[in-house]
């Protein structure tokens, strides 16, 4: 695993680092594999690099989008990771309906969802059960509590390891979600983290050991690369 930690001055340049190392990849692997594919984390922290996006000129039917965890709700509840990224990007620019690969939440049961998700997945990179197929990127956010997507801290989620795709538990909410495995199968992970209030989790996930389980990030370890993108708020007194 190849880590890499920019600290950006302010939330401004954070979102635009993340906006040139997004259209990097994406060149990169419309070149070489002739299609991008990205999961899309959730939160509040993506939604200006989403709207920047949105702004580009790209080949928009080589661009498949994902999410790495969803809120179980409608796609229309404004919870929702789906509608924030529609609102923001998705419904702004000409992607086919087909490449927007959202997360099923309407069958009123979360493990069926997640079942359902995964084996979408499973079709669209004609994987074999058992397989981690690796996504161009996945975009995570981190909370306060060191989570991430939705693997919060010691719950069971965190001790999937042979599925893509699980049940997330926020406070009793169920989430679905990417499992550890299957964002570490990646061939790129960026971490994009805003805020002083994500200083102390940061420092636990970097520290050079602590409780796993307490702290999810620290699970995100890709065999590809992992980029870590945070603004000085968030990283300035990060030791790595
Ligand atoms: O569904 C979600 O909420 C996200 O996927 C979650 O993992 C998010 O990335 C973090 O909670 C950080 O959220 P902020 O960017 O709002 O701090």
Known sequence: ??????????????????LDLILTKLDTAIKQQGRFTIALSGGSTPKPLYEAIAN?????????????????????????????????????????????????????NPALSAANYEQHLQAFFNSAPGEFPALDVVLLGMGDDAHTASLFPHTEA????????????????PRITFTYPFINAA??????????NKRPALAQVFAPSADDLAYPSRLIQPQGELLWLLDAAAGAELTV
């Open 187 to 196: 061939r790129s992970v960026i971490f994009v983290v805003a805020g002083a």
């Open 1 to 18: 695993m190849k880590r890499t930690v920019e600290v950006l001055p302010d939330q401004t340049a954070l979102i635009a680092r993340s």
């Open 56 to 108: 580009q000129k790209l080949p928009w039917d080589k661009i498949h989008v994902f999410w790495g965890d969803e809120r179980y709700v409608p796609a229309d509840h404004p919870d929702s990771n789906e509608l924030m990224a529609r609102r923001a990007w998705l419904d702004r620019v000409d992607i086919p309906r087909a490449n927007i690969h959202a997360v099923p939440t309407l069958d009123n």
């Open 158 to 173: 965190l001790q999937v390891r042979d599925r893509l795709i699980t049940v997330g538990n926020k406070d009793g909410n």
